[in-house]
């Protein structure tokens, strides 16, 4: 491909005129300098019609390589590869395409490591997925564009295994005992049960260890990894911080009045909510864990609570969602649509999304307390939580109502999930998955008595042969 690399030429530099051309012709030279675009367009057109195709051919070549400038080429090779890892990966793929500098550019530097890292850091979806790619797979040598195309594919498998129903269904039995909470990662369960004890679980249903300490249900948990911490709140009024490699019971905070409903942490906070009207925003510094401040509006039942680096939302059972500064604990905003109170939420980038025992879930947009998208159904007293969006955010012209929605069962949390797996508390009935967009995917039923878990297992590869959907002992 010949590729001039420098610019297009100033119209208005006079060029050498032939020696040859007629007296007429150098008159029009003379003239055509104060005409417009449009009077010097028009010109042009009527000489091209004049023309031989032969001639037109070799005006074609000079003109193709005055107007084409390679905008890479063209960049110092540091800058044009700093250019380059601004693109997804589709785009990358078709940069390469285009010449054999450009494959360098993006082959033989950092451009696909880059890109990778960063989609693991800025996509959850693809943080999950990290968890389930072969060790192999995650080995420095392999290379990066080989590495990302084993992503996609292994993200569309597993979105395909969960639109056609591709998945193992597993019960977890739990000895009598109720499950108020539970969340999960690619190798355990970890619950809270009436009976006032939190379990970690394998998943083919084996009871690893038992926690104890709390006087009371363990209504909400969560834990991390990275941090080696469970945090629970229980109806005996206290928040525990547990160590997640030993068991060992760390903190016991105190200062709810009544029954913990709920709680999120991260690395530095650690907000939990009550049924004493009140959210507590506790400060996280390594070890130390103080309290910060209270937050007190609501006028009912603090029955979930959500937060980012930017703000705190809360529901309760006094019908509002409540909007708080994460920095300050100034309210910023109050939520009011729901004729009922609010028993559970989700908080992702730009986006509330609300259920009530009113039937409905609301769509609301965090930054203006507008409510964009109202689902109706019955009764709504938890989220299934498919897929983070954190990282991506729907305009809430792609949120469609559905009205198949109509059978969602009871449950206090599903925290963190994985796209492989799919947890319940479980309960009599049935479940439906929605995904990002919060339109039906489909729906789940399992009608059983008693209590224990239940476990939807999606197909991990999707060179692995699609397993029917069927129920099976543990």
Known sequence: MDIDEGNVGDVSTPEPVPADLPEAGRLVLSEIGSWSDSQR?????????????????????????????DIVASLPYELAEHVLMMLDERDLCRCEMVSKHWRSVVSETDVWKQTFRRRLRTSPDWAE?????????????????????????????????????????????????????????????????????????????????????????????????????????????????????????????????????HLRFNKNLLVSCSKDFTVIVWTINGDVI???????????????????????????????????????????????????????????????????SDKFIRVWNVHTGGCLRVLSGKPVTSFPQLHNTTSRKYPHTNLKQTHSHKSLTPTQQQQHPSPRFFCRPRRAGALRALQRELYCVRLLRHHCTGVGLQVWLSAAHPARPHQPCVPRAV
């Open 41 to 69: 367009s028009d010109f042009s057109l009527l000489l091209l019609k004049c023309l031989d195709k032969s001639a037109l051919g070799v005006l074609h070549e000079t003109t193709d390589r005055i107007l084409r400038m």
């Open 129 to 261: 997925l990290h968890y389930y790619m072969p060790l192999q797979m995650k080995e420095q040598e392999l290379a990066y564009k080989a590495r990302i195309r084993a992503y996609l594919r292994l993200k569309s498998g597993l979105e395909e295994n969960w639109r056609n129903n591709n998945e193992q269904h597993r019960a977890v039995q739990c000895n009598g005992q109720g499950i108020y909470c539970l969340q999960y990662d690619n190798t355990k369960i970890v619950s809270g049960s009436r009976d006032n004890t939190i379990k970690e679980w394998d998943l083919q249903g084996n009871m690893k260890r038992q926690l104890e300490g709390h006087d009371g249900s363990v209504l909400c948990l969560q834990f991390d990894n990275d941090m080696d911490r469970i945090i629970s709140g229980s109806s005996d009024s206290t928040v525990r911080v547990w160590k997640l490699s030993t068991g060992e019971c760390t903190h016991v905070l105190r200062d709810h009045q009544q029954s913990v409903l």
């Open 290 to 356: 103080e309290k910060r401040q209270s937050l007190v509006s609501h006028r009912a039942a603090v029955n979930v609570v959500e937060f980012d680096e930017r703000y705190i939302v809360s529901a309760s059972g006094d019908r509002s969602i409540k909007v708080w500064d994460t920095n300050t604990g100034a309210l910023v905003r109050n939520l009011v649509g729901h004729q009922r109170g609010i028993a559970c939420l989700q908080y992702r980038g730009d986006f509330v999304v609300s259920g009530s």
